[in-house]
């Protein structure tokens, strides 16, 4: 059992390792000469001994394996270096954007599992019936629906009720809130300020909301799917025929089997909400990975686009090793 | 002559050893459970040769190791003096050719969206016969397992399942193989089937002469159409001998419970095997405390007739 | 006199017809079957798949799917289950006053939750037992009911083999105190070694708590082993009814002898005839005659016996 912990957080590991290695071929080897910026992009008789020396500089000259093992030792040390498009060490610029895209994902993503399952169970129980029909078309229209249009309607819905919906706090209240852990609803609870807090919570809701579409809807129609089935399942028609109550059938019996894999889709589709959560951090203008991204591509930040790929991946490899962890704990029948 | 040509084997299974092994971490020793251990027997003729055992004995493992799905770590498998796991993939598959196999579960078997014509035809298509030949062939093959010919036209699911295990039996049969393997074939059915289907078996068997390998954990089944047979649990043969002399005189105390339960008598189940002592010993209630923990050797008492208990060394 | 020997009767059925939706029609599975069980006897139902067998057995322990289709009379214990083509008291008595051991016991158990957590689950919501002590143990009376130990009750059900998860059924089954047990095909997804040891848990243990059994297989010989009654269905008619000695001894309806003949692996029986209508054993009863193309109804022969068949005018 241990050790099957350990060789799952070895794989993330050298996943890890892994991915740092393709982003440097990626991004500094594939595309163009780093040398031939580094050095200025020179001119005139010098330029091909600049390039030279550009090259010895940035490690370039070594046989490949080398500069990832380069890269890779650097990278760990904490050398990120500075970013070109913000001015500011990479760590400080990568962090404070991943925590709010994070404060963003984990906000909707504990209020679109518990809302999905319910959702999934009410139109199982219904199955068949017109509720049912209608909340499936609903499902199938906000899945498909273009996540940008919707996070468009929903900043126009917000002005209209006289909410502000844009960026992250308020800028009066960005200096007056205190940085404990970084995620302002945290923060403002603990100061405490109520007044930030709510503030807060009412720029976190409708980007919360797109982002939430996707898990919310995709769980509820596999919930509605697999708990259907599971009704006809032999043990739950022996729980039936035990006399075991309604409600603990479908909590304990039927629901109880779909949890791995809701885990598992949940999981799944977090990778897609980071890719998503960029759309929407541009259109709400708030701070985040998927933003800080698209900028430092504008601006061919070498350095920042590494740095933010790693953290992205970081996360989904942690997300999936939870994942796959949770898996094992909640069905005992996975074989480690 | 004639008795010599029969007693040749056709199919001899020589010592067979077929082992999983579980990795339980990445550091620790791999753990090796074998599957079957040691097995030897040789089916001649037309002769049926029986497996009996319980679910987790090997039973499957031998047929699926007969069939080449999975390969022992030592032994041999001859067939007409070809041992399959020494030759190349080419002749390989031309052995293969010469058998036929019929599993437990027939809805699990075929193509659902096949006709059984098309279903039964899937061997003699890929032996490369022509479409007129098949055409011609095709009603002798459904008629010789008791189906009406206008079934030929019809999907799998609109037959029951007596009917669809007899289409599995005639493309089975079709390619005339010198070896039918017959896993469970009666296990999914009820009695009333159950009892065509041994019927209809032993007439082919009379009718086409080919031999087979019958495994099951019923032994009534077994007794009904198996000349010879052998008993197995844990990978072991615990008795071997003629189907006669086993139902009337069985030696090994686990027979004798499987002897005991065609009539419906109150056996134990075995579910606790030590892989290191005699299978049986946990609930043999023969057993000699310090002698019966090693695992007996495979003791031969007269001809064709093998028991392995430490009752008889 | 009247009062009492009702209050003896368990399960009384009247002219009975069970059947599913489908798109346009209904197709009736159970049709008009008549048959009363005494308190603390036992009846077997016989009959190959698709003879209604086990649609009668839910409709007893009161598990019937919402789109069935009924008419007649169920009383089960006293309650009226199905009165005037609808299911009026299903919930008052599964559980309650019956309970089903089921087909499939590897299936039929909550993969999610150790053993014990199911009967837990069973002895809070049913029998309303909250104590903790108290219900350790009454888990402990039941696991050791059936002949197995302590050590289980911490296991998932995929870590127990076939025969340990059908005793782990049965102690549920008897977990709610029933009245009647409905045994559904105990026996045919285990080895058939254990069929005995299975079949003679059942008989002893309703023997002992005093419950009325019902027992619905496909295996003749199992009724000789464990019940008194026994009734023979076909097609969803009941064919036969009496005394399972009598009934084994002198078959009276052709299907029952054929029955009896494929327990010992044997056929009878004719090849499939076209069925026009009247008997529904029609198609394949070797003694027809021109009175058989019109539906026979069922003569008492006495107070036990009964059978739907020309031959006995």
């Known amino acids: 059992m241990a050790s099957y912990y350990v060789r799952r957080t070895l794989l993330g590991v050298s996943l ?165 852990t970084g995620f302002y609803l945290l923060d403002s609870l603990f100061t405490p300020r109520l007044d930030i807090f709510l503030d807060a919570l009412v720029r976190l809701i409708p980007p919360a909301l797109v982002v939430a579409v996707y898990p919310l809807f995709s769980i509820a129609r596999y919930v509605r799917y697999s708990l259907s089935e599971r009704f006809y399942e032999d043990y739950v028609i022996e729980a039936i025929s035990l006399g075991i109550s309604r409600r603990v059938i479908l909590a304990r019996y039927a629901l109880r089997g779909t949890i791995p894999a809701v885990v598992q889709i949940a999981g799944m589709s977090f990778v897609y909400s980071f890719v998503e959560a960029a759309v929407v951090e541009i259109i709400f203008m708030r701070e985040g990975v998927g933003r800080v991204l698209v900028e430092g591509l504008l601006r061919s930040d070498y350095p920042l686009i590494v740095a933010v790929f790693f953290v992205a991946s970081l996360t989904l490899v942690i997300v999936n090793t939870a994942t796959d962890l949770i898996q094992k704990k909640l069905d005992p029948r996975v074989r480690i | 002559m004639l008795e010599e040509a029969l007693a040749k084997p056709v199919l001899r299974v020589c010592d067979i050893w077929v082992e999983y092994s579980l990795s339980s971490g990445l550091l620790s020793k791999k753990k090796k459970i074998y599957a079957l251990r040691g097995v030897s027997f040789d089916v001649s003729g037309s002769e049926v040769f029986g497996i009996v055992g319980a679910s987790g004995s090997g039973k499957s493992t031998l047929l699926k190791a007969i069939m080449g799905f999975v390969s022992p770590s030592s032994g041999s498998i001859e067939i007409d003096d070809v041992d399959i796991l020494k030759v190349d993939r080419e002749t390989r598959k031309n ?182 002592t005699c299978p049986f010993y946990a609930h043999c209630y023969l057993r000699l405390e310090d002698r019966c923990r090693r695992i007996p050797p495979l003791i031969e008492l007269g001809r064709r007739r093998k028991v392995r208990c430490w009752l008889y060394s | 006199m009247v009062l009492a020997e009702k209050s003896e009767v368990s399960v009384e059925v009247e002219d009975l017809s069970l059947g599913y939706e489908d798109l346009d029609s209904v197709s009736w599975v159970v049709r008009n079957v008549s048959l009363k069980l005494m308190k603390g006897s036992s009846l077997c139902v016989v009959g190959e798949s698709g003879s209604g067998k086990s649609t009668l057995g839910n409709a007893i322990a009161g598990i019937l799917p919402p789109y069935v289709r009924v008419s007649g009379r169920l009383v089960v214990e006293g309650v009226e289950v199905i009165r005037d083509s609808r299911v009026v008291g299903a919930d008052r008595i599964r559980g309650r006053v019956v309970t089903k051991i089921p087909q499939n016991p590897a299936t039929s158990l909550n993969p999610y939750v150790r053993i014990d957590r199911a009967f837990q689950d069973v002895l809070r919501e049913v029998r309303g037992i909250r104590d903790r002590i108290a219900l350790k143990e009454e888990t402990l009376k039941l696991i050791s009911a059936v002949g197995l130990s302590e050590d289980v009750l911490s296991m998932y059900p995929h870590e127990l083999s076939g025969g340990m998860c059908q005793r782990v059924t049965i102690a549920l089954a008897l977990a709610p105190k029933p009245s009647i047990v409905v045994a559904d095909e105990p026996t045919s997804n285990l080895d058939a070694y254990l069929r005995g040891y299975i079949v003679h848990l059942i008989k002893d243990l309703s023997r002992k708590l005093k419950m009325s059994l019902i027992v619905i297989t496909h295996d003749i010989s199992i009724a000789e082993v464990i019940c008194e009654d026994m009734v023979v269905m076909y097609l969803g008619e009941l064919v036969e009814r009496g005394r399972v000695r009598d009934v084994l001894r002198e078959p009276l309806h052709p299907y029952t002898t054929e029955l009896i003949a494929s327990a010992g692996l044997q056929r009878v029986g004719q090849k499939w005839r076209k069925y026009v209508s009247g008997c529904v054993y029609y198609t394949r009863c070797p003694y027809t005659s021109d009175k058989c193309l019109e539906r026979p109804p069922l003569f008492k022969l006495g107070s036990e016996r009964e059978v739907r068949c020309w031959k006995r005018l």
């Not at chain 1, 594939?30 to 010098?46: D, E, F, I, Q």
């Not at chain 1, 760990?76 to 060490?89: H, N």
């Not at chain 2, 393997?181 to 080919?210: C, N, R, W």
């Open chain 1, 16 to 180: 890890i390792l892994g991915l740092l290695a393709i982003i440097y071929v990626l991004v500094y080897v594939a595309p163009g000469n780093p040398a031939y910026v580094w050095a200025g992009k020179p001119r005139g008789p010098r330029a091909v001994e600049a390039i030279k020396q550009a090259e010895r500089e940035l490690g370039l000259d070594q046989p490949l394996y080398i500069q990832i093992a380069q890269f890779i030792t650097r990278f760990l040390a904490g050398e990120w270096g500075v970013s070109i498009a913000f001015k500011q060490p990479i760590q400080v610029v990568v962090f404070r954007s991943f925590k709010a895209t994070v404060e963003l994902l984990t906000f909707s993503y504990v209020f679109a599992i518990p809302l999905g399952l319910a959702l999934g169970t009410f139109m199982a129980l219904r199955r068949g019936g017109r509720v049912d029909l209608l909340l499936k078309i609903a499902s199938s229209t906000f899945i498909s629906i273009p996540r940008f249009w919707l996070a468009l309607i929903l900043v126009l819905v917000f002005y209209l009720t006289g909410l502000q919906p844009l960026g992250r706090l308020d800028p009066r209240y960005s200096v007056e809130i205190k940085e404990i």
């Open chain 2, 95 to 276: 052995i293969l050719r010469k058998m036929g196999y019929v599993s437990q579960n027939p809805l699990a078997a075929v193509n659902p969206r096949f006709k059984v014509g098309d279903i039964v035809a899937e061997p003699l298509k890929a032996a490369g016969l022509s479409r007129k030949e098949i055409t011609k062939m095709l009603p002798t093959l459904i008629e010789s397992v008791d189906l009406p010919l206008d079934v030929v036209d019809l999907l799998p699911h609109e037959l029951s399942l007596g009917m669809l295990q007899r289409v599995v039996i005639a493309r089975a049969i079709a390619t005339k193989p010198r070896i039918l393997l017959l896993d469970e074939p009666t296990s999914a059915l009820d009695t009333v089937t159950q009892s065509h289907i041994v019927v209809l078996l032993k007439e082919l068997k009379d009718l086409f002469g080919f031999a087979s390998v019958l495994v099951s954990h019923d032994l009534k089944v077994v007794s009904h159409l198996a000349d010879r047979l052998a008993i197995l649990m844990a990978g072991l043969v615990l008795e071997e001998g003629t189907t006669y002399d086993v139902l009337r005189n069985p030696l090994h105390p686990y027979t004798r419970e499987l002897v005991d339960s065609i009539k419906l008598k109150e056996v134990k189940e075995v579910f606790t095997i030590d892989p290191r």
